[in-house]
């Protein structure tokens, strides 16, 4: 028989296959799963390697016994090669056990008496790929009767339901990860919640430890953790300036571009719950004592605006 396909289709191919199946099993998020994990892909390294080289021992093999081979038997092999795929025994027997057909020899067995202007009619059996197909059928259909119009499994409205809930979760997600509205200076609040605090937390350790300590004590810049704030304290000055950055002093940027607004708010809120903590090896106070109720945060605005 015929090679079905060449081996520069063969191994290509069969590695695509392979890789996306990988793909399609592996979990990788949104990256594909040979970069993430880089098992995989050296995994897939190997076994491109294993395959161009079992292509190339099986033609070297082919190649030294076509040598060892006789005339006539070199004729032989030729003649079985030029048999296409689907003259090849295998697929004749397969397709005579799907249809049972008769063989043009065998026609008369079959044929009818009647004879309209010559043409005449074999009384063929159903082909089983026919029949078998239609017998599924029934045992699907019995199926079906018995799990949805005697047990009640489900019926369509609950089938709806089922998924108006499922996309009503994807939409919360979704919700969850695209950028929520912005938080603005007027509308900041102080954040109590344990998660935002974290997040908060977590966002500190990354971007502002640098220059203000882990503990919030105070490098480069100043200790957030005191009473005493160069820029105005309280949830709106903080934010604003975390937001906008200072004006006083370059070094501290503003991570609004950076971080979005509402992971500012966290941070900041994160900031202010440091209140009090009085770090071990702290910066000494800088700026002025916040004192809530007697410098209002709207009103402040202006005052850090004007320093
Ligand atoms: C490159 C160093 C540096 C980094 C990084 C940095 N800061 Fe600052 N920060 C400063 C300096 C310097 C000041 C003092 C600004 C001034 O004098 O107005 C400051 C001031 C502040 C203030 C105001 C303090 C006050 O007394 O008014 C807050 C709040 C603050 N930073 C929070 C943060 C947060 C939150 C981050 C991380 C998102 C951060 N900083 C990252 C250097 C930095």
């Known amino acids: 028989m015929k090679k079905l396909f060449p081996s520069y289709v063969r191994v290509p191919l069969i590695f695509a296959i392979v890789m996306a199946a990988l793909e399609y099993f592996i979990d990788s998020g949104d990256r594909p799963a040979f970069i993430k994990h880089p098992m995989v892909a050296l995994f897939l390294v190997v076994f491109l390697f294993l395959l161009v080289a079992i292509e190339v021992v099986i033609s070297a093999v082919d190649k030294v016994t076509y040598h060892m081979l006789t005339e006539e038997q070199r004729k032989q092999l030729e003649e079985v090669q030029s048999v296409s795929f689907t003259e090849s025994k295998w697929v004749q027997n397969l397709m005579k056990s799907m249809t049972r057909s008769k063989s043009i020899e065998q026609e008369a067995d079959v044929m009818l008496e009647h004879d309209y202007d010559g043409i005449k009619e074999l009384d063929n059996v159903l082909p089983p790929w026919w029949v078998n197909l239609f017998y599924a059928t029934i045992i699907f259909g019995v199926i079906y009767l ?26 919360e997600k979704n919700k ?4 929520k ?41 100043p200790n957030l953790t005191d009473e005493y704030w160069i820029n105005g304290g309280g949830i709106k000055n903080v934010f ?20 979005g607004t509402t992971e500012v708010q966290k941070v900041a809120s994160y900031v202010l719950s440091l209140q009090g903590t009085k770090p071990a090896g702290g910066k000494a106070p800088e700026g002025e004592k916040w004192v809530e109720e007697a410098a209002p945060a709207a009103t402040d605005t202006t005052a850090v605006a004007a320093k």
């Open 146 to 171: 018995v799990r949805f119009h005697i047990v009640g499994d489900y019926n369509q409205g609950q089938e709806f339901d089922q998924e108006v809930a499922a996309a009503q979760l994807e939409i």
């Open 176 to 179: 969850a990860n695209s950028p």
């Open 181 to 221: 509205e912005e938080i603005t200076f007027d509308k900041v609040t102080l954040l109590t919640d344990a998660e935002s605090l974290a997040k908060g937390k977590e966002i500190f350790t990354n971007a502002c430890a640098a220059c203000h300590k882990p503990d919030g004590g105070g490098i480069v810049g």
């Open 240 to 259: 604003k300036l975390i937001a906008e950055g200072s004006k006083n002093n370059p070094t501290m940027v503003g991570w609004a571009k950076t971080l």
